[in-house]
């Protein structure tokens, strides 16, 4: 049964921090790895998708990274801003797409 | 806006109820997931649609969850005889192709 775990569970930085998110899992055959943003209460954002033949993947400030031998992926955020104070999922695809969650690191950037 | 909704928002109900909730996908999402989230905990998964056809089940979905699929568009999703452990947010989220996954903003059942 995949595992997923995500360290820390909680996270508190200044304003313009570069920042890494961490997140590993116990079964090494994924078919893709998700970075997800929750608001408190809300629904779940897509940040980015990485295919398991993949090694990583940006967007802006995010930049996600896949080490599908070892069971890791970071996710690093560059120039943190108090708009990024949000939780933070990493999820791992398995046959059907269907998705593994960790429980999420809380990230709070302090202005 | 992920264009995925779920009706109703939030749900409050009596234990030994019966509660149905819906999610509507865009019409390009051929695949239609089902979670659910306690607090604190990242989501869970719970059913898998591919068009109209059921094709995975979470051993999580006991005999009092059903859920349908009619038409491969919007999706349904029933509790019987509710549970104070059922109390959480189901979440549905579509998906094509790029293996993205969309969620919608969930409904949080609250039974009492």
């Known amino acids: 049964k995949q595992e997923v775990t995500q360290i820390p569970a909680a996270l508190s930085v200044p304003e313009g921090e570069n920042l890494v998110l961490n997140c590993s899992f116990t079964d090494s055959a994924i078919y893709n790895l998700q970075w997800f943003r929750q608001d408190p209460g809300k629904g779940l954002t897509s940040l980015l998708l990485i295919q398991s033949s993949q090694r990583e993947q940006t967007s802006g400030r995010l930049n996600a990274s896949l080490d599908k031998s070892s069971g890791r992926s970071t996710l690093y955020i560059a120039a943190s801003q108090p708009g990024d104070s949000a939780t933070y999922l990493c999820?791992?695809?398995?046959?059907?797409?269907?998705?593994?969650f960790g429980s999420g690191t809380q990230l709070t950037v302090l202005p | 806006d992920t264009g995925v909704s779920q009706d109703p928002r939030h749900k409050i109900t009596k234990r030994g109820q019966n509660v149905t909730f819906r999610c509507d996908p865009i019409s390009e999402h051929n695949r239609l997931y089902w979670y659910r989230q306690t607090l604190g905990q990242g989501p869970e998964f719970l059913t898998y649609f591919q068009n109209e056809a059921q094709l995975e089940k979470s051993r999580l979905l006991s005999d009092r969850f059903s859920a349908e699929r009619p038409k491969g568009s919007f999706s349904t999703l029933e509790i019987q005889r509710t549970e104070q452990g059922d109390s959480a947010m189901y979440l549905c989220?579509?998906?094509?192709?790029?293996?993205?996954?969309?969620f919608g903003p969930g409904t949080r059942l609250t039974v009492l």
């Open positions: 989220a579509g998906g094509q192709g790029t293996d993205t996954q969309y």
């Open positions: 999820a791992v695809g398995g046959s059907a797409r269907q998705l593994t």
